[in-house]
């Protein structure tokens, strides 16, 4: 009995690993996307629920508010490149373009990295320039965050080209499970033998912990790639890469304010107290968040490749998968998080409970933007990303005038009102903009006309 029951869910399983189609090495992708970032978020969250406890609400919010900065310019520096590698390895390798594909992948690490160092200085010298308008126990954190900046664009460039190979593993490992745990190693470590943890050693830590892990990512993946692409010579079509990323640039900037903009605009507002318990909220959420980019990080090439070799049914079709990929998980880990929300939100200190009809809130703009799947990867992809600029715009707009106008009022809660509204804007825009420029529907809803 037991060999009929097992022997079956064997077999499926081997099938499903040996089976090299598109959609099951995108399932597969997804799949262990999805798996590493719930570790992931696993991790982050319980390292953060620590250093909220060993920190306090004060120190805390100066690490969130500073990282926060970090987390948008990291990723803006490169422009565009980071989500470029997904349209430019694909189109290169389809067309037979060695020559092309070499030069990419050396050049567009080699430019991150320079680009990262001027986002960096140019960073220390604003804060430096500031002087006393900067509060002092914000001035070595935001130094320390300048100098991680390389580091944090070369890591974004590297991720891109990894899962533009499918190497789920080495994209995502590296920042997204190493790194917290040398965090939490250190941070242990220091915690035990009674040193002082506050704002400067967290992010001091994090930014050591960066570096490693991406020069690390740096060496294994020269290793992958030296088995994969010949040995030969490289033509740097930087010009064509820049031309073709800065669109995306905008858009990717567009959708980190978005993602950002509430506590940015928090810290004019509220203390690093408010700002805590707000970030404490909304990472709470971060599950969630991470089932629509694991979906994304597997698809995105996917949609490049079906849309540059004209298989227009194909790209319908794993459309479709990919919004009920993103949609269903959504809502599940929603619920789940709704109710236990107020005992998490405790873990975190004494305080941090009054945050909890934030996750409630918020997951409204979540829900929305789950029911549209990876949509903005799809218009970015398929050479729309002007549109996706114009969505994300405007949701920005909405988000910052809200932000405004609520969080004088409303405080905490205002700005998380103002960013579900944002994101409810987002995907409505977003559906509409797929709808009428590649006539695909990314709605998990099909209405039917009577």
């Not at 620590?50 to 970090?70: C, D, H, K, N, S």
């Not at 010298?125 to 914000?138: C, K």
Request: with cysteine.
């Amino acid at each position: 009995m037991r060999r009929r029951v097992v022997g079956p869910i064997v077999a499926r399983i081997t099938a499903f690993r040996s089976d090299d189609s598109d959609r099951s090495v995108a399932r597969r992708s997804a799949g262990a996307a999805f798996l590493i970032r719930v570790a992931s978020a696993g991790i982050l969250f319980v390292s953060q629920i620590l250093l909220a406890r060993w920190m306090g609400r004060f120190e805390f919010g100066i690490y969130v508010a500073v990282w926060a900065w970090a987390s948008v310019l990291g990723p803006l520096a490169p422009l565009g490149l980071a989500y470029g590698s997904q349209r430019f390895i694909p189109e290169y390798r389809h067309r037979g373009d060695l020559d092309g594909l070499r030069g990419f992948l050396t050049g567009a690490r080699l430019l991150s990295l320079a680009q990262g160092a001027v986002a960096g200085a140019l960073l220390a010298a604003v804060v430096l320039a500031l002087g006393r308008h900067v509060p002092v126990h914000f001035l070595v954190p935001f130094l320390i965050a300048a100098a991680t900046l390389p580091a944090f664009t070369l890591s974004m460039v590297q991720d891109g080209m990894a899962r533009s190979f499918d190497w789920i593993d080495l994209a995502l490992i590296p920042l997204f499970i190493v790194q917290p745990l040398l965090i939490l190693a250190v941070m242990g470590g220091l915690h035990a033998t009674g040193g002082a943890i506050d704002a400067v050693a967290v992010l001091a830590t994090t930014g050591g912990a960066m570096w490693l892990v991406t020069l690390v990512q740096a060496v294994l993946m020269r290793r992958r790639l030296a088995g994969t692409v010949p040995a030969g010579p490289r033509r740097y079509d930087m010009r064509y890469w820049l031309k073709t990323s800065l669109p995306i640039f905008v858009v990717d900037g567009f959708f980190l304010l978005l993602f950002y903009v509430d506590i940015l605009v928090l810290q004019l507002y509220v203390g690093p107290q408010d700002v805590a318990i707000y970030y404490a909220a909304s990472k709470t959420l971060s599950l969630v968040h991470f089932i629509s980019y694991a979906v994304g990080a597997a698809v995105a090439h996917r949609f490049s490749a079906y849309h540059v070799a004209g298989e227009r049914e194909k790209l319908k079709s794993f459309v479709g998968d990919a919004v009920r990929w993103t949609f269903w998980p959504t809502l599940a880990f929603g619920v789940v998080l709704a109710a236990l929300g107020l005992p998490i939100l405790r873990l975190f200190g004494p305080g941090f409970d009054a945050g909890y009809p934030l996750i409630l809130i918020i997951m409204i703009g979540l829900l929305a933007r789950g029911a549209v799947g990876p949509a903005e990867r799809l218009l970015n992809m398929t050479g729309h990303q002007s549109l996706c600029a114009v969505v994300y715009a405007t949701a920005l707009a909405v988000n910052v005038i809200l932000c405004v106008v609520l969080i004088p009022r409303f405080g905490i809660f205002g700005a998380g009102w103002a960013t579900a509204a944002a994101v409810v804007v987002e995907s409505m825009m977003l559906f509409v903009m797929v709808k009428r420029r590649l006539g695909l529907h990314v709605f998990i809803v099909r209405f039917r006309r009577s």
